[in-house]
């Protein structure tokens, strides 16, 4: 039955339901903010401030003591001779034949081959743009280092998915499995992509194992979680019909959950090849060499325009395999027998023999005819590099004093003033808050895990670095978010703008977050403002896009029920839109969290202060044991910070208040005003004895 808009004023409305009216949640506001300000008055002005000296570990000698012990003993010893030194004696030699089979295929046979391997798999468009891609590799000048980078992206991604999907399928059908590696692979995906090189640097020294094994480490959550998730998801109808049929487990598996998973698998292999990509670039820390080795020796430089051509041809990279396997992904379950070239019916078989033919010919063309198997001199071009230099020295000139009073204002206003909060009061108070925070959003265990973990980072002696780092965070959360809500809303709100800004952000979370340095570099100076503009680049699309899916997710019923009632567009967003989607916002929130520490921790090549120049250092002057205690650092700094916003997303209701309230953060509930036989009643989004 339809109900007519209720004539009454807001007041009077609530007044009918019962009395009920929002308080206002600006004393308890001010009354949290001036507590607040007088801790931390009384912290800075009274009380000794960071971590005392007397209760630091020196936990970096016991990783120097077993660096020295290895080094003398790696010839001697069975856990190198009969287990390490195989292990990375035999990943060497498998990234040296991938390597060798790619040069000796020659450039044309290799643009050919993935050409060809695109088109059969994902259409001819993506063959089309595989073509250019490989093409660009040669004519940036980076032929060879994306050779390397692409051997150890082969080898990587394909042992994650010989581990990660079997894994995952074993986890999709066995629940105490899935409950058993969810926490490992919380873990995982937690830890910076820095922090994996150390480990493996401390145990197969410097070189491309540790680089490869790294890079599989990074790599593996993904291809396990979506296959895993992929499993699960087949509906229980379809194992049903097949188990009335008398099919086996085996067949019930082959047949029918990995069919009908492959949509979350192909998904998972996507991911793990981009998170693959993502650390691959970091890599070159440890003598991987490839295009991550190019932006490095150009940032270390200062020499944009190198390491742009790096940078591009990561991109390209990214972009192709990202295009091609989200295309393979997205075709039909079925198996076809022909496929549409051209608008030609071809049969697949006949299409794979012509894939065959072609790279073959391509390979023939380039040893025998064109006897070239480098990528042609005469096809390359600086055209790129020195733009990208004359765009340097022109901003320098020209917005060099506005790029200076920029760096001035947020160092001035921003960073320092926080910094010297976080070190100026006493350790105490900086885990006593975040227990707080903590016991307010989850209760006391996740309190007392969080004021753990800041002990821990005072304890392992780098206090001040960590402090440096999350004053970065902070100030780049706090200006991303300024940024991403809005334009998620306004994207939320206009189909056309969500329409042509949806590319734009395709191609942001494409480019690995290494890239963002190199233009960062063009209107700024080395140092700590940079890494807070990178980080607000590389992290804005995700909280824009789910503000965007939140708001896009509130069910059309309610925000027609409040149009019913007369609510403007303000009113419908401000108390029905933006309450309803709080756990997406919230989860974007998270994300750009970890996405934004993450560049400021990469961003220590370019002068970034904190835990990331702590890594750079001692990867530098190999001081294992000082880098190790930084990354374990830094995984502690990214658990609390992961833990507290993944609980703002998800915290129990006796914690949000009367109207939802939650500390500064007020998420009014959502009621409707129903008219009754007997007077006005509340329907809230909650149910009964849930409010």
């Known amino acids: 039955m339809a109900i007519a808009p209720p004539t009454e004023r807001p007041a009077d409305v609530a007044a009918a339901a019962g009395g009920f009216a929002e308080p206002s949640p600006w004393p308890r506001r001010i009354a949290w903010a001036l507590l607040a300000v007088a801790a931390a008055a009384v912290g800075v002005r009274w009380l000794t401030p960071g971590y005392p000296e007397g209760w630091i570990i020196d936990v970096s000698r016991w990783f120097d003591a077993f660096r020295d012990w290895a080094i003398q003993n790696r010839t001697t010893s069975p856990l190198f001779v009969f287990l390490l030194t195989p292990i990375g004696d035999n990943l060497k030699d498998m990234l040296d034949l991938v390597e060798t089979v790619l040069e000796r295929m020659t450039w044309l046979g290799l643009l050919v081959g993935a050409a060809a391997l695109a088109g059969v ?37 394909v042992l994650a998915l010989m581990i990660g999907i079997p894994v995952g399928i074993w986890a999709g059908r066995r629940p105490r499995v899935d409950r058993f590696l969810r926490p490992v692979l919380d873990a995982m995906q937690t830890i910076p992509a820095y922090s994996y090189l150390l480990p493996f640097v401390l145990l ?25 998730l ?34 979350s698998i192909m998904l998972g292999v996507n991911q793990t090849i981009m998170m693959a990509l993502g650390i691959v670039v970091i890599a070159a820390f440890v003598g991987a060499g490839g295009l991550g080795q190019s932006v490095l020796d150009g940032l270390q430089r200062l020499n944009v325009g190198n390491a742009l051509n790096g940078g591009v041809a990561i991109v390209v990279m990214a972009i192709v395999l990202d295009r091609v396997t989200t295309a393979w992904s997205q075709r039909g379950r079925r198996r076809q027998r022909q496929l549409r070239v051209a608008g030609r019916a071809v049969s697949r078989r006949m299409l794979i023999v012509a894939a065959i033919a072609a790279t073959v010919a391509g390979v023939v063309i380039g040893r025998e005819v064109l006897r070239q198997q480098e990528f042609p001199g005469g096809l390359e071009t ?8 004359d765009v340097v020295e022109w901003s320098q000139r020209t917005l060099g004093g506005f790029t200076s009073e920029l760096s001035d204002l947020v160092l001035l206003y921003l960073l320092d003033p926080l910094q010297r909060l976080l070190v100026g009061v006493p350790w105490w108070m900086v885990g006593l808050a975040a227990a707080l925070i903590a016991w307010r959003l989850a209760g006391p265990r996740l309190a007392i895990g969080m004021f753990i973990c800041v002990a821990a980072l005072g304890s392992l002696g780098m206090w001040d670095f960590a402090m440096g780092t999350l004053s970065q965070v902070l100030v780049a959360v706090a200006i991303t978010i300024v940024f991403a809500i809005p334009i998620g809303v306004l994207a939320a ?21 290494f890239v963002y340095l190199v233009p960062v570099l063009l209107l700024l100076e080395p140092g ?8 607000f680049i ?8 789910l503000t965007n899916l939140g708001i896009r997710q509130v069910p059309k019923e309610i925000v027609e029920a409040g149009r019913a009632f007369g609510s403007t567009s303000w009113q419908l967003l401000r108390k029905v839109q933006l309450p309803l989607a709080k756990p997406s916002i919230l989860l974007g929130v998270n994300q750009t969290i970890m996405m934004i520490l993450a560049v400021v921790i990469i961003a220590g090549l370019i002068g970034g202060a904190g835990l990331g120049q702590e890594v750079v250092f001692a990867l530098g002057k190999q001081q294992i044991g000082r880098g190790v205690v930084a990354g374990a650092s830094i995984l502690l700094l ?30 009014p509930r959502i009621r409707a005003i129903v008219p009754g036989a007997d007077g006005a009643r509340t329907v809230g989004t909650e149910r009964e004895g849930d409010a």
Request: proline share 8%; net charge positive; glycine share 8%.
């Open 121 to 157: 798999v994902a259409g001819w468009r993506m063959a089309v743009l595989t073509a250019a891609g490989v093409f660009s590799f040669g004519t940036l000048g980076v032929w060879d280092r994306s050779i390397e980078t692409l051997a150890l992206m082969i080898v990587a991604v």
């Open 204 to 228: 197969f020294g410097i070189g491309k194992p540790p680089a490869l094994l790294a890079t599989l480490a990074f790599a593996l959550p993904p291809a396990i979680r979506l296959t895993s």
């Open 230 to 263: 992929g499993v699960r998801s087949v509906p229980e109808t379809s194992i049903e019909v097949a188990d009335s049929f008398g099919t086996t487990s085996r067949q019930t598996l082959r047949l029918v959950q990995v069919p009908l998973a492959k949509p």
């Open 382 to 389: 600086s055209v790129l590099a020195t733009a990208a230099n």
């Open 493 to 513: 709100q206009s189909d056309t703008f969500e329409r042509w800004s949806r590319p734009v952000l395709d191609a942001m979370q494409t480019m690995p977050a």
């Open 528 to 535: 700590r403002v940079p890494p807070i503009v990178a980080s």
């Open 538 to 545: 590389y992290a804005l699309p995700v909280g824009i896009r």
């Open 638 to 667: 990214a658990v609390v910070l992961d833990r507290i916003t993944q609980a703002m997303g998800s915290a129990p209701r006796q914690s949000r208040g009367p109207v939802g309230q939650m500390g500064f953060v007020r998420w």
